[in-house]
């Protein structure tokens, strides 16, 4: 969709174009329970890798369940489109899918060993309500620019507690250092 319902807020197009174009360094999505943000991810993870040659993206799901569902969206949208399908490089694994033009996808779990091994030049972090701010903090530190490929992180989640991680990056997006 285009087209945002509230006057103060973004449609889910204008997140998906921001994110991949990496227009700002870290954008904040938040949206209702089943609004599209992993499924959003998904389609931006693959738009990165496909126009990106050497572009490494890493998807933290804060639970298992739902780095799992985020690999699913991506494996039916490559196994649904012979184009992409025959960009894949090897087997595509959760843990791994490589493609020909030397980009990868990790699909990883927010853990404090799933955010300090990769330093992928794109990180998706899912449900970031459900993560801990000392996770958030590390894996703030795993992007890095490399080549012609920006760096960018892109949270998202619906904000479930009042002083949540939700609620902290809301408050911090007020000072600039993030968009929401």
């Not at 990496?22 to 609004?35: F, Q």
């Not at 369940?65 to 025959?86: L, S």
Request: hydrophobic share 40%; proline share 4%; aromatic share 8%.
């Amino acid at each position: 969709p285009r087209y945002s319902i509230c006057h103060d807020h973004e449609a889910p197009f204008d997140f998906v174009y921001h994110a991949f174009m990496a227009t700002y360094p870290i954008i904040l999505a938040m949206a209702n329970r089943s609004g599209g943000k992993t499924l959003d991810f998904s389609i931006v993870s693959l738009l990165e890798i496909r126009a990106n040659d050497n572009c490494e993206v890493a998807n933290l799901g804060a639970i298992q369940a739902q780095a799992q569902r985020c690999y699913r969206y991506m494996q039916a949208f490559i196994n649904n489109n012979p184009e992409y399908k025959a960009f894949v490089q090897g087997e595509s694994t959760i843990n791994r899918t490589n493609f020909i033009n030397r980009s990868m996808i990790e699909v990883l779990t927010a853990t404090i060993t799933g955010v300090n091994s990769p330093h992928p030049q794109r990180l998706k972090m899912d449900e970031i309500e459900l993560i801990a701010w000392f996770i958030i903090q590390q894996a703030l530190n795993m992007v890095q620019a490399r080549g012609d490929v920006k760096s960018c992180t892109v949270m998202g989640s619906t904000r479930k507690f009042a002083a949540g991680p939700m609620q902290r990056l809301v408050e911090m997006s007020k000072t600039g250092n993030l968009k929401l």
